[in-house]
């Protein structure tokens, strides 16, 4: 009898983690490992599939490079005018089908004109402007584009810039500033992660998963490990005028004239019968300092901020936020990723006289 | 400590291994009383000093009511205690509150009293009202005094119970102490489900649907009055599985250590009237105000309008007890004046018992009640009027969010309590598992996986505990 209900319950446990297994992988999450790349930063395993649930809701295959895209190719065909896209977990989109996000959308509304383009995204969560000025070398010999667009946010200039945590990061020594690249963080015990996961095959969601969702419940309920994550590296500039300038004219120096500056601003709220854009005063302080800085180097900016309000007033649509999260806050949804395409349409429209 | 965090689940297992170790009945009486006060010590233990003075309080004035025969002696002792109770609830929960008010009713004279920074102990309106409902049926003769000091500071500060009710009376606790403090598999298996299910009612619904309501009450402005009326659908679902939850788990915790605690809930939202509301709702608050308030203020024998206004007088201060704010005054009024509008109306109009005249009766009694939860949820009486202009503006203007979560739970929630109803019994009833079976075993797997994977990632505190 004992061993009839050991076999019960064991049947039953069994059954359970293959349904909860499917239902993670097929609803809630399946993240692919990393491909080690020190040319332009560590990117997705290709044709590998994605699952984001918790916001918004998409199921994504990487493209043969392991990024969003529906096809990529770094070989370039004669007469084709190549856009990437840079940026972080904005513009790579996870939120919505591959279609709906703002490179796709760019890429269709730019196709339907007498030239030929291929918008590719790059975009990779987590990276920052440091990324964007080591890598720079990597994307400009692999893909050769006659345009980068580069999605940032005023966090990407200052806080996320001198995240310790990252791989490239700003730091502040009596020389000046400099980009530190730790690889150490990225690369320890990293294969034998991957062909610990690769080995567990069918349960991959669901053991990915609860390290996830256990992760992100000791996070919650630590603040010290919140703040340790969130440490900035030794000796990091507190000025944030300095560092952007200085980030800016990196930026400058590697990219040259392909550079054009896209600001994902925060999204309109309707409050007391006024609309107004959720963005605090640090963060408009941030933002005229980036614009201050783009003027200065001449770098292409595009502010969407004309796209959100009249998307709002006319729809009454906000261009961040899903209805399983909170509306107005976290990634573009896709009325957000149209608002975008139609302004960097406009912008190259008038750039490249299309 | 929650009862939805691991802290708690490693708090209760050491319980339980002590009560094995331990054989004899005092010693196990001992690790109760114990465990209860680091219970309540964990979340201040200067409060434990509080505590410790009510019981003492109550347990010496239930032995000298009881001992004393002359009338006038026992009433005296009754008073000091009641008074005593009602001061240190009055100063910890309501002083500030009434200074607050009283500065700005006599502002206009220069009136302005400061406010102390007092900390709100956490279940002081559930321990006070267990206590004086003690004193009180002593002096009714309803009870005689309990003797034996262990078994009363059990009573008193029992830990399952202890923060959020229910309201459990000394004639319905002590008496358990007749039986020994056993542990049984039959008690562990049907309390341990009992508390299941109250963890799924607190873990997977209310903690979920907490982000939508604590976002659209923020700023009722934002949202469009569609979203206000799933908001407050949402707030009714997520209140009610947040403190049945609760009242479930404490249930189910005082099942497992061998003690039976009163039903708190019996499907309110299927009520046809306002005071049948109060017959499904926090039923061991609503008999509480009944027994110690509303027949002492006279009940209904003196008349239509004395009954009217002792309802009201009950509804008021029932309000009050949830809180020190003019929105729980508010509210407590409104259900006044529900139970009245309910009493005088079917006095008058007597309407054909059938299926459209009980529809239409729930209909207006949901909405009623659902308009009641505005009160009790905004952040002040400003808010609330903002949010109920909104919601009957039935305006577009504003954000739609049509919160995924709430798609769907609402149909199993609907489901559940229409399934009740047709079998007559509680939900929690008819989803009693057989764990010795197959699909017993999957269930209960399935639920405990759910509990981990389908968990926010930030774990809310009760919303009862505030009170």
């Known amino acids: ?354 | 400590m929650i009862f939805s965090t691991l802290t708690f689940f490693i708090f209760f297992a050491g319980v339980l291994i002590l009560l094995a170790l331990f054989k004899n009945q005092n010693w196990r009486k001992c690790v109760l009383l114990g465990s209860s006060l680091i219970f309540y010590g964990w979340w201040d233990w200067r409060f434990l000093s509080l505590i410790a003075f009510s019981t003492l309080l109550d347990y010496f004035a239930g032995l000298g009511i009881d001992r004393h025969n002359n009338p006038k002696t026992k009433k005296l002792i009754l008073i000091l205690s009641l008074c005593a109770n009602l001061g240190l609830l009055g100063f910890f929960k309501y002083f500030n509150f009434f200074i607050d008010s009283a500065n700005v009713a006599f502002g206009f004279m220069g009136f302005n009293l400061s406010t102390l920074n007092i900390i709100l102990p956490v279940g002081i309106s559930f321990y006070t009202f267990q206590t004086m409902s003690y004193t009180i049926d002593i002096y009714r003769d309803k009870i005689p005094a309990h003797k034996n000091f262990l078994e009363f500071a059990i009573f008193v500060t029992f830990f399952p119970q202890l923060v959020a009710g229910p309201i459990v009376r000394a004639s319905e606790f002590l008496y358990q102490f007749k039986n020994q403090i056993l542990l049984r598999w039959i008690n562990f298996k049907e309390g341990g489900q009992i508390f299941l299910f109250g963890l799924v009612k607190k873990i997977l619904i209310a903690d979920r649907l907490a982000f939508f309501v604590d976002r659209t009450f923020a700023s009722p402005d934002v949202y469009n009055s569609l979203t206000l009326w799933l908001a407050v659908i949402t707030y009714a679902i997520q209140i009610y599985c947040d403190f049945s939850g609760y009242s479930d788990m404490a249930i189910g915790l005082g099942k497992i250590l061998g003690f039976k605690f009163p039903t708190n809930f019996k499907m309110p939202y299927l009520s046809l009237s306002v005071k049948e509301f109060w017959t499904r709702w926090h039923i061991s608050l609503s008999t509480w105000l009944k027994d110690y308030l509303y027949i002492p203020l006279g009940g209904n024998r003196k008349g239509k309008s004395r009954t009217v206004i002792n309802m009201f007088i009950t509804m008021l201060l029932g309000g009050l007890w949830h809180g020190a704010s003019w929105n729980f005054v508010a509210w407590g009024f409104l259900h006044g004046l529900g139970i009245s509008v309910n009493k005088l109306f079917g006095n008058f109009i007597k309407l054909p018992k059938n299926k459209l005249t009980a529809f239409l009766s729930w209909l207006v009694t949901f909405v009623f009640i659902l308009i009641t939860w505005v009160f009790f949820r905004s952040r002040d009486f400003g808010v609330s009027l903002a949010y109920l202009k909104k919601m009957f503006a039935f305006s577009a203007d504003g954000v739609t969010w049509l919160y995924t979560p709430l798609l769907l739970i609402l149909p199993i929630i609907i489901i559940a309590h229409l399934a009740g109803k047709l079998k007559n019994i509680d939900v929690r009833e008819y989803l009693y598992l057989n764990l010795r079976t197959f699909s017993g075993a999957f269930v209960l797997i399935l639920v405990i996986l759910s509990l981990f994977f389908l968990s926010v990632t930030h774990p809310n505190s009760f919303i009862y505990f505030q009170f």
């Open chain 1, 1 to 354: 009898m004992r061993f009839k209900l050991i076999g019960i319950y064991f049947l039953a446990g069994v059954l359970s983690l293959l349904g909860w297994n499917l239902i993670i992988g097929n609803f809630i999450y399946q993240e692919t490992p990393d491909v080690l790349d020190y040319q332009i930063g560590n990117r997705k395993e290709p044709f590998s599939r994605r699952v984001n649930g918790q916001e918004g809701y998409a199921s994504i295959i990487t493209d043969a490079m392991g990024f969003n895209n529906k096809f990529i190719s770094p070989a370039k065909q004669m007469g084709v005018f190549r856009i990437i896209v840079l940026g972080d977990s904005i513009a790579e989109a996870l939120q919505v089908k591959q279609e709906e996000n703002f490179s796709g959308q760019l890429n269709h509304l730019l196709n339907q004109t007498d030239k030929k383009f291929e918008v590719f995204n790059l975009a990779v969560s987590g990276r920052a402007v440091p990324d964007y000025i080591s890598y720079a070398p990597g994307y400009l010999e692999i893909f050769k584009p006659e345009l980068v667009i580069m999605q940032i946010n005023t966090a990407d200039f200052t806080a996320d810039a001198r995240n310790a945590g990252n791989q490239n990061y700003l730091l502040q020594t009596a020389d000046g500033l400099s980009i530190k690249n730790d690889t150490r963080l990225k690369t320890s015990g990293f294969d034998k992660l991957r062909e610990l996961k690769n080995k567990l095959g069918a349960f991959k969601p669901i053991v990915e998963y609860a390290k996830k969702h256990f992760i992100d419940l000791r996070k919650k309920n630590r603040t010290n490990e919140v703040k340790a994550d969130l440490a900035f590296a030794p000796g990091a500039a507190t000025d944030d005028l300095a560092a952007i300038d200085w980030q800016m004219n990196k930026l400058k120096e590697a990219y040259d004239d392909k550079l054009i500056i896209f600001y994902a601003n925060p999204a309109p709220v309707l409050k007391n019968g006024r609309i107004f854009l959720t963005e605090d005063d640090d963060q408009e302080q941030t933002k005229k300092m980036i614009m201050a800085a783009t003027a200065k180097y001449q770098i292409d900016f595009v502010d969407p901020y004309e796209e959100f309000i009249d998307q709002y007033r006319t729809t009454g649509q906000l261009p961040r936020g899903f209805n399983n999260s909170e509306p107005g806050a976290g990634h573009f949804n896709a009325a957000g990723h149209s608002a975008v395409a139609a302004a960097l349409f406009e912008y190259l429209q008038i750039k490249l006289a299309l």
